[in-house]
T-cell receptor, first 113, second 113 residues
Framework: DQQVKQNSPSLSVQEGRISILNCDYT??????FLWYKKYPAEGPTFLIS?????DKNEDGRFTVFLNKSAKHLSLHIVPSQPGDSAVYFC????????????FGTGTSLTVIP | DTAVSQTPKYLVTQMGNDKSIKCEQN?????MYWYKQDSKKFLKIMFS???????INETVPNRFSPKSPDKAHLNLHINSLELGDSAVYFC????????????FGNGTRLTVT
C-alpha cells in the first residue's frame, strides 16, 4: 500500500518559468516531509524539508508548501534552470515510525532551455 | 571524499548465485539503510541499522541478510539470487532522529539473468 504518491510521472517546463511538483500522502501520522533530487546513475540527494508545524519552507529557488488538511505537498522551483532537470522524489516520515521514510515514485522534470 | 559509497556499481549474475554489495559512510552517522528501487521506480526500505543494531527489517525474503561490522559499514548479502531480485539497491545513512535526512550512495544496479 503506497502511502506517498506522486501522480505525475513527468513534467516539462520552459527555462525561467515555475516548476510545480506535487505529492499526496495518506497517512495522517506523517509529520515530516522531504524532497529529494536524483540525477541518472546517482543516488537521491536531499533538497528541502518541512515539518508539519509549518505550511511553507523556502530555500533559495526552492519552496515547499504543505497542506495538512488535504494531505498534499508541493515543491516550487522558481526560476527553473536546465540543471534542475532530474527526478524528484517526495518522502514522508513520522516520529512513531523511527527512521522509516516512505517515498513516492518520483516525477521526472525536464527544463527546456 | 565520497560520503556514502557502495560497491559494485553494476552487478550482473546468474540465477542461483550468491552475491554481496558493500556500503561505507564517512559522515559519522549512527544509522544506515538499504533501499530497493524496483522497475516501477518505487523506493522501498529493506533494512535499517542503528549503531550496528538492526532496527527495521521489512518483509524481505530471508535470502537477503544485512551485516554491519561497525556503524560505518552495512553490507548486503543475497543468497540464491532470483530474477525478481533485479533492481537498483541504494545504501543510505542518517543521523539519529526521525527527521534527519537520508544521504544516499549512488546505487548498485543488480541484474539477474
Amino acid at each position: 500500500d503506497q502511502q506517498v504518491k506522486q501522480n505525475s510521472p513527468s513534467l516539462s517546463v520552459q527555462e525561467g518559468r515555475i516548476s510545480i511538483l506535487n505529492c499526496d500522502y495518506t497517512n495522517s501520522m506523517f509529520d515530516y516531509f522531504l524532497w529529494y533530487k536524483k540525477y541518472p546513475a546517482e543516488g537521491p540527494t536531499f533538497l528541502i524539508s518541512i515539518s508539519s508545524i509549518k505550511d511553507k519552507n523556502e530555500d533559495g529557488r526552492f519552496t515547499v508548501f504543505l497542506n495538512k488538511s488535504a494531505k498534499h505537498l508541493s515543491l516550487h522551483i522558481v526560476p527553473s534552470q536546465p540543471g534542475d532537470s532530474a527526478v524528484y522524489f517526495c518522502a514522508a516520515t513520522s516520529s512513531n515510525t523511527g527512521n522509516q521514510f516512505y517515498f513516492g515514485t518520483g516525477t521526472s522534470l525536464t527544463v527546456i532551455p | 571524499d565520497t560520503a556514502v559509497s557502495q560497491t559494485p556499481k553494476y552487478l550482473v549474475t546468474q540465477m542461483g548465485n550468491d552475491k554481496s554489495i558493500k556500503c561505507e559512510q564517512n559522515l559519522g552517522h549512527d544509522t544506515m539503510y538499504w533501499y530497493k528501487q524496483d522497475s516501477k521506480k518505487f523506493l522501498k526500505i529493506m533494512f535499517s541499522y542503528n549503531n550496528k543494531e538492526l532496527i527495521i527489517n521489512e518483509t524481505v525474503p530471508n535470502r537477503f541478510s544485512p551485516k554491519s561490522p561497525d556503524k560505518a559499514h552495512l553490507n548486503l548479502h543475497i543468497n540464491s539470487l532470483e530474477l525478481g531480485d533485479s533492481a537498483v539497491y541504494f545504501c543510505a545513512s542518517s543521523q539519529r532522529g526521525y527527521n534527519s535526512p537520508l544521504h544516499f550512495g549512488n546505487g548498485t544496479r543488480l541484474t539477474v539473468t
